[in-house]
């Protein structure tokens, strides 16, 4: 009997003991119920981080976030003690599923109300809202922000620097569904982003962007953009669109540039002494005929005229037979060199590269020269005559000096693409357009300006129209040693349709007041 006893008690006692260890096993080795448990009970709540800031040159903040909640109700029978539904602006009322979004743009001086113990089944998230001081003129290049990802512009090409990493707290929530913030050992703390500090400058972006969207209503033009710059840094001062969209009409938008390039045909038929500015030629009034196809002069003029003077008054036809004369090879490798055909790498995203193909055909070769067959982006013309502007060195467009603690301010120069004395020669060329030739619209007293017309035709069902066009003016001041380099581009002027008449007349106006403002 005593043997029976005993051994009913050691069975007892073994099969304790294993349920013991099978107990220590399930709830300390073994995690998976843990983690089950935890994913009934608790809650992992994400934490936004605070985006870093965009600041113009001058350090005023062109984006910038300011701290809100997010509010959601996760009990069907909440209890809205506060009565904080009447308060704030309701999003997703007709949504059954819980827990669901009550509204994303509280206040945090509510966040005492939400989690307040009278006030059942709500919580709140901090998150933060972008603000944007000046949406209007400079959304073009500033771009927004989606759910913390930036989307255009510099909030998209920096997002990586400014977006900051997300932490998270976990909440127990009870079977009641009560919820209680957990001690701060389970909260991960959100990183902030980096402050950036562009080259932008949003009093020049604003007197842009005013005159600009002044020609262009008063043009009764489709669109049009102004780029203003430093062409001895390649730092962007403004970036300004009309009408204002997300699309950066300045580097994502493809056109011919028309007679802005003619330039650069001059550049290079000097560079190979096939002319020189003293040189005359024969101008027929009518134009020149080329493969059977005439190519017009806008200035009736008939005679002997100087190289010089065919550039002041933009004569096409000398330009087709200079180009001819140099060849499609030639007027190829000075339009690469310019960096045509080829993305600046701004920062800044949707850049095109434009159009850039060798001709051969003699009319093919003419129209290149008068800088119509191929296609540019505004930016790559901008950085083109910040060549002449700066002594000859083709830089790259900055528009960021400093991200974090990191600086960038030194110009980074790609090549050197004409020599000083060509350059000075070409700076003389084109104070002349504007002193007597067809810039004289953007001319301004006592003070030496630089400057280029530009008409080009726009390619429609498969030939160029007369009626169609795409005007510019292009000019740096002041001349001798200049600091601003401006490009205006206007899309379909109704009123005027010469670059001469409607782009040179904004570009007048921008200088006046970035001389007496800035």
């Not at 280029?452 to 009626?467: L, R």
Request: charge should be positive; include cysteine; aromatic fraction near 12%.
């Amino acid at each position: 009997m005593k043997l029976r006893i005993v051994l009913i008690l050691l069975f007892l006692i073994v099969w304790y003991l294993i349920a013991i260890i099978k107990l220590f096993q399930i709830q300390v080795l073994n995690n998976k119920y843990k983690q089950i448990a935890n994913k009934q009970f608790i809650l992992k709540i994400q934490r936004f981080p605070k985006r870093g800031t965009i600041y113009d040159r001058n350090l005023r903040p062109i984006a910038y976030s300011i701290p809100r909640l997010q509010v959601y109700q996760y009990l069907k029978d909440a209890v809205d003690y506060y009565g904080i539904l009447n308060i704030i602006k309701s999003e997703s009322l007709e949504n059954n599923y819980y827990p669901k979004l009550i509204s994303r743009d509280v206040p945090v001086e509510y966040k005492k109300f939400i989690l307040s113990p009278k006030q059942k089944g709500f919580f709140a998230i901090k998150y933060y809202k972008r603000i944007y001081p000046f949406f209007e003129i400079s959304q073009n290049v500033i771009g927004f922000v989606i759910d913390t990802l930036g989307m255009e512009g510099l909030e998209k090409a920096l997002d990586n620097y400014l977006r900051g990493y997300s932490g998270y707290e976990e909440i127990f929530q009870s079977a009641d569904g009560k919820r209680f913030f957990l001690p701060k050992e389970s909260r991960n703390e959100p990183k902030i982003g980096l402050d950036v500090i562009t080259t932008l400058d949003m009093r020049i972006q604003e007197i842009a962007y005013r005159n600009l969207k002044n020609g262009v209503i008063s043009e009764n033009a489709n669109w049009g953009f102004v780029i203003v710059l430093n062409p001895k840094t390649g730092e962007i001062l403004a970036m300004a669109n009309y009408p204002n969209s997300y699309k950066n009409y300045a580097i994502q938008l493809m056109f011919e540039p028309g007679s802005t390039f003619k330039i650069f045909t001059f550049a290079k038929a000097i560079e190979l002494n096939l002319i020189s500015d003293s040189n005359v030629v024969f101008v027929d009034k009518e134009g020149i005929i080329i493969d059977n196809h005439r190519i017009k002069n806008v200035e009736k003029t008939q005679g002997y005229i100087t190289y010089k003077k065919a550039l002041s008054y933009s004569i096409n036809s000398v330009f087709a037979e200079t180009g001819i004369k140099l060849g499609g090879i030639q007027l190829f490798e000075i339009a690469r060199r310019l960096g045509f055909g080829i993305k600046t790498d701004v920062l800044l995203n949707g850049e095109t590269n434009g159009i850039l193909k060798r001709r051969f055909r003699n009319i093919d070769v003419a129209n290149f020269a008068i800088g119509q067959g191929f296609s540019i982006n505004g930016l790559q013309m901008a950085m083109a005559y910040s060549c002449i502007a700066n002594g000859g060195y083709l830089l790259a467009p900055k528009i960021v000096l400093k991200i974090g603690d990191s600086i960038y301010n030194k110009p980074y120069v790609i090549r050197k693409c004409f020599s000083k004395e060509i350059t000075k020669k070409l700076r003389e060329l084109l104070i002349d357009v504007v002193e007597n030739g067809s810039g004289k619209l953007a001319k301004i007293e006592n003070l030496k300006i630089a400057g280029k017309t530009g008409t080009s035709q726009k390619f429609i069902n498969g030939s160029y129209s007369d009626d169609k066009v795409i005007t510019s003016f292009i000019g740096f001041f002041p001349a001798d040693d200049p600091n601003y380099l401006i490009y205006v581009v206007l899309d379909e002027p109704k009123k005027n349709k010469f670059g001469g008449t409607s782009a040179a007349p904004i570009f007048r106006n921008i200088v006046i007041e970035i001389i007496q403002k800035i």
